[in-house]
């Protein structure tokens, strides 16, 4: 079992960044791979992006695409998401997941889940 703890969220303008982190305990965690998901009220869960555990693969959604870059310290058993060039609607609570095997993009897939980090961009 990995435990996640999310930080760094926060109010920021459109336009504006934020790095988030999240910290996982666990011996598995570097063999794992981890996601950021989001979700906005009355919105499904929606995948952000991912990194394997050797950190040389990441994934992102189309949307994110050049403004996110997703990275981790294994020796700090901690991931990271950079977010560069805001916007409103990306306001969301923004979820750390782990998993050791299944679809990256699917958040049924994700065995261990932090309890999320608002982030509110503000137009």
């Known amino acids: 079992q990995v435990q996640l703890v999310e930080s760094g969220g926060g109010l920021v303008q459109a336009g504006g960044s934020l790095r988030l982190s999240c910290a996982a305990s666990g011996r598995t965690f570097s063999t794992n791979t981890a996601a950021w998901f989001r979700q906005a009220p009355g919105k499904e869960r929606e995948f952000v992006s991912a990194?394997?555990?050797?950190?040389?693969?990441?994934f992102y959604a189309n949307s994110v695409k050049g403004r996110f870059t997703i990275s981790r310290d294994n020796a700090k058993n901690t991931v990271y998401l950079q977010m560069i060039g805001l916007k409103p609607e990306e306001t969301a609570v923004y979820y750390c997941a782990a998993q050791s095997a299944g679809l990256i993009g699917n958040w049924r897939h994700y065995d261990n889940w932090g309890q999320g980090t608002q982030v509110t961009v503000s137009s």
């Open positions: 990194i394997d555990g050797s950190g040389l693969h990441t």
